[in-house]
């Protein structure tokens, strides 16, 4: 395929206009200073007075260098989800930044919902603050607790499978999935990029991966975002992707860019649905990838102790360290506080003003309020066939010759055959569905599988609900997102 043939093009997406693009950056400047906030504060929480020693937290703990980047996708998302009424979900694979989906769930009012003790006013947003990596407070990664999370960020490497699990099954859904950089470089998520291979357009959602490259890790470069561009664009062609770049620092322009990526995505996403649901299936459809570069640590410090920061490794966690004992570090801290304008985001209650709640969507719609990401609200019994039709005659004990597996393979079949409606049951495995003696299972669905096929293949079916690769954290992955977005499922391997 062509260069030109693997081209997404943007000619009907001029982008949002001024007034637009303006509160998509207050909703952005709100969640930025929220997850800084949330860093360093237990007091003080609108900085209605100078920042002193005693409102910073005695041991600082988080991650600022992710935030700003995963904010930003998140006031994008609210922006579709919102103007096209969609249902989506989002897997945040930089789960460290923690600060960020906690801030933004606040904003949207999800977390209030969900723990009332944290009001969205100044009042809840000091708690907001202090419980964060904070004793009896909340951890510092994206957890379960955390409002629409599915995905907890300490592990690195299931994004991307976790998103694909959640959409399969689940025709009307969206799911962003944010690809850190340094998670790239984890043998889980390089596995999982082939996914896309599995994904049926007419029985299945979208995943849309943001492959955000900020640059660093805690320490080092990051191997992606060192790639010339032409090299990362043939590796992510070569995974089956039309490619979208987004790249800036400054925050305006990144917005009005961003904001055409996702249209651009979104609609190349509706015509690959509408084209397999209405026509049929010819060809393995190349989905959209977005590759999101801006500085790490975008907005903060950028510059510490005489040493370069934003966008730099050293903004991966505590830009400045010694706040409560360097008078320097303390000023830094109160003046990139106040560079986000916080009395135009919060009225003198501490509540988001209107701008700033402008692209915000309502009800379920929220990312932190969908109910995919808490699969309990979703979760159907499963109708599971009445074990007597696969009994196994024993006249005398030693008499008989009986695979178990086997046997389990035409309970499997019955159970396929009982879900093909409701299609919220998948035998996932390691290429080990026959050779684990499951094969009657075929009876009733065949493998999962999009790519080329020849005709000496059996049993490669385009609906199919058998999922096999050879990775075992994609397998994994892929069943964990199904079952936490409430469908049931099985692991042989």
Known sequence: MSQAEHEVRTDGNRGPGDAEVAALDAHWRAANYLAVGQIYLMGNPLLTEPLRPEHIKPRLLGHWGTSPGLNLVYT???????????????????????????????????????????????????????????????????????????????????????????????????VACVVGDGEAETGPLAASWHSNKFLDPVRDGAVLPILH?????????????RLPEHELDRL????????????????????????????TALDHIAAIRRTAREEGIA??????????????????????????????????QVPLSGVRDSPDHLRQLEAWLRSYRPEELFDERGRPRPDVLAWVPEGVRRLGSTPYANGGLLLRDLPVPPLERHAVAVDRPGAGRHEPTAVLGGLLADVMEATS??????????????????????????????????????HLDRHGRVMEILSEHTCQGWLEGYLLTGRHGLFSC
């Open 283 to 316: 060809d393995r459809p190349s989905w959209p990838v977005i590759v999101l570069r801006t500085p790490k640590g975008w907005t903060g410090p950028g510059e510490v102790d005489g040493l370069p920061v934003e966008g730099t490794w050293r903004s991966h």
């Open 213 to 225: 490259l900020n640059g660093y890790k805690i320490a080092n470069p990051t191997v992606l975002a």
């Open 421 to 458: 409606d409701r299609r919220d049951f998948r035998l996932v495995g390691p290429d080990e569905t026959a050779s684990n003696r499951l094969q009657a299972v075929y009876g009733a669905t065949g493998k999962a599988w999009q790519a080329g096929t020849l005709p000496t293949d059996e």
């Open 76 to 174: 994008h998302l609210n922006r579709v989800i919102k103007q096209r009424g969609i249902e989506a979900l989002c897997v945040w694979g930089p789960g460290h930044g923690g600060p960020a989906v906690l801030a933004n769930s606040w904003l949207e009012g999800s977390y209030s919902e969900t723990y009332p003790d944290v009001t969205r006013d100044a009042d809840g947003m000091e708690r907001l603050f202090r419980q964060f990596s904070f004793p009896g407070g909340v951890p510092s990664h994206v957890a379960p607790e955390t409002p629409g999370s599915i995905h907890e960020g300490g592990e690195l490497g299931y994004s991307l499978s976790h998103a694909y699990g959640a959409a399969f099954d689940r025709p009307e859904l969206l």
């Open 236 to 263: 992510l062609h070569g995974y089956g992707h039309h490619v979208l770049h987004v790249t800036g620092d400054d925050p305006m322009t990144v917005h009005r860019a961003m904001a055409v990526a996702m249209d």
